[in-house]
């Protein structure tokens, strides 16, 4: 899979531009707040459908205009050429185009692009809270199996259902609110167990390729384990809502499931989170990165576009260098303020001043 060029009009500081890419490495540089990580949020928005630095629709349309358009020429391995297009509305529904056809679902547009997202705020997977971590794994599991993707839709309806009823029932078990826990209950142990499962069968896929990555980008060997923790599959999640029935009511929340489920990740025995170093922390959050973009490309057999932005920044020299031996091969864009490290060898270098593209 392979992006030609990206087109982009009111998207965030860029009032028009167009960006021709390599078939290997494109290099964007430019100063800190020209523009450059908003190339990188564009491709990935037509990949997954949201902005990677998990901001709100609206931030995405530049001032002063009304909806942003991002376009792109997707060239698949069997020789497909598609037109891949997204009309971001500030209020309002965006729209989603491919050939020109709308897609009456935005989840239709998953696995059209596959795009794998590195940045300096990749350390949140290590040190940050475990909704981070599960919106890693949720996120390799669509790359994976895009239907999967409505299993996590079905999750947030159920639980923003379940936890109203519970705010209007006010703390009190009433006969018909218990019936109608009753049914959101059902649901929830439904779409929960399922989705579960699916996160837990992909992490013990990637514990071995975290572990191998971490290892590259060490240049020595450790021992790092990534479990999925979910207490309350010990006895299901019908028992574990029921048990936790009186406290949900009490606290007006949804206190179990796996909305509260979280990705442990150990290194030497002990949990990355606490007594890891930040060094060691940044080299766990790339080779979860890595690990993810390397099973994507392993199972579906075409690597996803790599989007590097300013990943070299918070990196010492060793671990830099590192990085840039174990890149994988395929399309990649990267953005950066500084000179390029030893070892990369860009296709194709363009200059972005003040949202403007230049080369």
Known sequence: MLVRRLWLADFRNYA?????????????????????????????????????????TEALVRVGADHAIVRADVCHDDGRELLVEAEIARVGRSRIQVNRQRLTRGRDLL?????????????????????????YVDDALVALTPKLDALRTDLDRVLRQRTSLLKQAGGRLTNDVELTLDVWDAKLTSVGESLAEARSTLVDELTDEVAMAYEQLAGASASVLVSYVAPWRSIGLAASLTAARSDDLRRQVCTVGPHRDDLQITLAGLPARTHASQGEQRCLALALRLAAHRLVAMRIGSP??????????????????????????????????????????PERVVTVVDGRLVG
């Not at 890419?21 to 997954?48: M, S």
């Not at 059209?112 to 040190?127: C, E, H, M, T, Y």
């Not at 990196?315 to 174990?326: F, I, N, S």
């Open 304 to 345: 996803p576009i790599l989007l590097l932005d300013d990943v070299f920044s918070e990196l010492d020299p060793a671990r830099t260098r590192a990085l840039v031996a174990h890149l994988p091969a395929g399309q990649a864009l990267l953005t950066t303020a500084s000179p390029l490290p030893e070892g990369i060898a």
């Open 111 to 135: 696995g059209v692009l596959r795009a794998s997202v590195f940045s300096p705020d990749d350390l949140i997977l290590v040190k940050g809270a475990p909704s981070e971590r599960r919106a």
């Open 16 to 56: 028009a531009a167009e960006l021709v890419f390599a078939d290997g490495l494109t290099v964007v540089v430019g100063a800190n707040g020209q523009g450059k990580t908003n190339l990188v949020e564009a491709v990935g928005y037509l990949a997954t459908l949201g902005s990677f630095r998990g901001v709100p």
